[in-house]
């Protein structure tokens, strides 16, 4: 089967390649891994939502087609439910003074995601912040006890936007804590706009595809001025198999998605249609129901084994 390392390659391609407009870097691609396999099989882990954006806990094979690099597959070795059971959540918080007006909206977001849903465990919820020129941990595995509610309510905004750093620093702090059998999931308060990292964009989704994690991003910009933050906070969430949402939608909402999604989560496999090196595009159309959307991660690397 083809590896976590070898989908992270080709997600790591894609986004250099789609973002180098936002990011501005040119060279980030020159020292992307290489994977070379004898692999016959692809694995996609999914989910699906309607019209209404809602997760669909019932599909069946027939739903969808698989397109892998301009080929449509529907004859599948397996189609299951995932075997992820449960969360592992990082929401990570802009603190720089761009996000200012909107700031407390968004902290009182939080508080309530470390406080509502009591199926996550206290330890397997953590809350990181970023701004001026670092990130840290504002609590972990106690985030509803009284002194560490009272130290959310207390961070004030302010200084520069180091988002790219701070993924970084979310992936590894994820990656570090993160249970088997856990879905790691990012929940992202920014709006996307990044000032004073010293990695770039390309960096960081390395970085959070290293670790597994899916990005929910919480678009927390100038609701009627939608920038090249907000592009970035979109793609990234899609590129690692996660959702948008504006900062109107509120904690709940974004909780009650993150959970669906999990629940709603299927595997499916089949043979490798195309033994052509490089990247394979990745997409899940639906064949019946057109008003579903299908979330994945959008691709991986093909490389024959040199003997």
Known sequence: MLSHWHIRSALLALFVLT???VADDTNRSSGLPTYRSTVSEVRVTFFATDENNHALATLTKSDFAVVDNELVV????????????????VALVDLSESVAPRFRVAMSDVLQLVAREQSIPDDNIAVLSFGGISSAIL???????SDSVS??????????????????FGADFISHHRRAGARPVIILFSDGNDTISLHSAGNALEAVLDGGALIYSVDIGTPRNPSSGSMFLRRVSEATGGRYFSLRDGAATVLNAVLEDLRASYVVTYALPSHQD???SLRLLPTHNLNLTFHSRNGYFYERSVR
Not at 151 to 168: C, E, N, Q, R, Y
Request: glycine fraction near 6%; aromatic fraction near 10%; proline fraction near 2%.
């Open 74 to 89: 529907r004859n599948f070795r397996s189609f299951t439910h995932s075997d992820e059971t449960s969360l592992d959540v």
């Open 19 to 21: 973002y180098a407009s």
């Open 151 to 168: 130290k959310l309510l207390a961070v004030k905004s302010s200084g520069t936007t180091p988002l790219f750093d701070a993924l970084i």
């Open 278 to 280: 490089g990247f394979h």
């Open 139 to 145: 609590c972990s595995s106690g985030c509803r006890a």
